[in-house]
């Protein structure tokens, strides 16, 4: 693991690089009390030629500054952070699988740990970094998804802190995860407002693929509004999408009204949640307020279990991680 160690008159103490231990903390610290923490991930590849490689890392560092702004927990160099990162991983490549598919998960995280029950910013904080070797998301294809779209419960909303990776915003939706799982949902489709604005997807991204009601085929995503993740594979499914120009693509507002309409008028084509863990998560099914929606997979071949766009995002976005496709996106560890 690696670990830096920050107090409010010293600053920042040097980065270790130390063997995976237990951190020991006093009961008061104020992690335990009120929810200072907030933490990262992203993934390590090697590519055929048995280089290390990182994707977007910069974006991860800038996120994770922003996490730790929200909590009032100390600022930090993300460039630096990133070169500690590196030496890190550098270290461990013997823990990166060599499969394409297979990945080491890394998790930064940063924890206030001043022994206190007042609230107020920490005058203490530890940085840390660990990983794991992870296997595919999809060992045997695709497994597209079917979604409790949650009425009663809210993740985000205008003003909190959907836009920040903390850990005080992941506890509260486990007990809707359950719920949604005993009625048979893989994950709950997140709404917001009054007229059911679609935000996130258990912990991804969510995107929506239709023809409008201009007939156009428009790619959407919730826009950026304090309430959604600003997640790595949603920015880079934006400018892929871009980069084609073969369909509209949009950032704004979508309702679970507007998602009904076109496809109870055939004019729903794919809906996905994308994320690091799973790149691309196909939805084949909306249960929302007492009905079944049956989101389109792949028309053409019924027993896919992803529409052609989710597996073009796919294919585009390994082929680039596992340096297949050069790309400025693929950083490789020195
Ligand atoms: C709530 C939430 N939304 C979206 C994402 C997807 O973000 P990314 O693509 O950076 O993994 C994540 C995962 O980090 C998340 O926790």
């Known amino acids: 693991m690696l670990a830096i160690e920050w107090n409010a008159n010293q600053g920042w103490s040097d980065p270790i690089i130390k063997p995976y231990e237990k951190i020991s903390l006093e009961p008061s610290a104020m992690v335990f009390h009120y929810s200072f923490e907030c933490f990262e991930g992203l993934k390590a590849y090697k590519d055929k030629d048995s280089n290390i490689r990182l994707f977007r890392p910069e974006l991860n560092m800038k996120r994770f500054k922003k996490s730790a702004a929200r909590l009032s927990l100390p600022h930090f160099n993300g460039d630096e952070l990133l070169e500690c990162l590196k030496k890190f991983i550098r270290l461990d490549e013997h823990w990166v699988p060599a499969e394409k598919g297979y990945s080491l998960y890394i998790r930064p995280s940063l924890i206030g740990t001043q022994e206190s029950l007042g609230v107020g910013a920490t005058s203490r904080a530890l940085l840390f970094i660990i990983c794991s070797p992870v296997g595919p998301y999809y060992k045997t294809g695709f497994k597209a998804v079917r979604l409790l779209a949650t009425t009663d419960y809210v993740r985000a909303w205008p003003g909190g802190t959907g836009d920040a990776k903390i850990g005080g915003n992941y506890a509260p939706c486990v007990k809707p995860q359950i719920e949604a ?151 490789i560890v020195p």
């Open 181 to 331: 799982a005993e009625r048979g949902f893989q994950q709950n489709l997140w709404l917001f407002g009054a007229d059911d604005e679609i935000t996130e997807v258990g912990t991804m991204n969510c995107f929506v693929l239709l023809k409008n009601e201009q007939g156009e085929t428009e790619l959407v995503t919730p826009p950026l509004d304090g309430t959604i993740l600003a997640g790595v594979t949603r920015d880079s499914i934006l400018s892929l999408a871009r980069s084609w120009n073969e369909f509209k693509v949009s950032e704004r507002k979508i309702t679970m009204l507007e998602v009904v309409k076109a496809q109870e008028e055939g004019r729903l084509l794919e809906m996905f949640g994308t994320g690091t863990a799973c790149i691309v998560s196909p939805i084949k099914g909306v249960h929302y307020r007492g009905r079944d929606l049956d989101i389109p997979l792949d028309p053409k071949n019924p027993s896919n279990n992803a529409g052609p766009t989710a597996k073009r995002f796919m294919d585009a976005l390994v082929g680039i991680q596992y340096g297949e496709i050069p790309h400025e996106w693929s950083v």
